[in-house]
Every structure is written in C-alpha cells, then in structure tokens.
Nanobody
Framework: QVQLVESGGDLVQPGGSLRLSCAAS????????MGWFRQPPGKEREWVGD???????YYADYVKGRVTISGPNAQNTLYLQIQIVKPEDTGAYYC?????????WGQGTQVTVSS
C-alpha cells in the first residue's frame, strides 16, 4: 500500500510561483511513475506531468516551460514547481503513483490564482 499526502496549495497572485509537495509513504520502492493531475473548477481532471524512476520528466503542452517536477527525494517527497502562475492554474492538484499494477492518489491540495 502507498499513501500520498499533498501540501503547499495556497492563494497566489498571477505571475507568482508556488511549489507543491507530495509526501509518499508505504511501498513506494515499487513505483514506476509519479506525477500530478489537476482539476480546474467545473472541469475534468487533467494530467499535468510526471517523472519516471529513471528521472525523466514529461509535461503537458499547456504547462510546458512553466512547470518542473522533481523527486522523489530521500524523504520520498515529490515536488511540482509552477512559475508565472495564471488564473487558469486554479484548481485542486493531485499527485499519483503508479507501481505497474496500481495507481494511488493523494487527497489533493487547492491552488487559487487571483489578484
């Protein structure tokens, strides 16, 4: 079993930056991929990006150039850094972990971009 807990969501002004964290515990040594989805208000959940066990990261086109995924580090924490945030970045952000057979989700953390 894997447990994921996101944190770092906040109210951010447009143009600012933020970093979200995802603390993983349990059997994470089996992970193949960890990543992030987000769900804007009133919309479906959309993939943001992920990083595989080899350290290669991939991003959705709509965030490419503004987003960096790193980790998991020695404390088993995955990060999502977003630069130059926009109002359309508003939403609940969820981290996930794939171990080849299962996908585990965190409970989400809320990001609001507004002046």
């Amino acid at each position: 079993q894997v447990q994921l807990v996101e944190s770092g969501g906040d109210l951010v002004q447009p143009g600012g930056s933020l970093r979200l964290s995802c603390a993983a515990s349990g059997s994470i040594f089996r992970f193949d991929v960890m990543g992030w989805f987000r769900q804007p208000p009133g919309k479906e959940r959309e993939w943001v990006g992920d990083i595989n066990k080899g350290g290669a990261a991939y991003y959705a086109d709509y965030v490419k150039g503004r987003v960096t995924i790193s980790g998991p580090n020695a404390q088993n924490t995955l990060y999502l850094q977003i630069q130059i945030v926009k109002p359309e970045d508003t939403g609940a952000y969820y981290c996930y972990l794939d171990d080849g057979g299962n996908r585990y989700w965190g409970q989400g953390t809320q990001v609001t971009v507004s002046s």
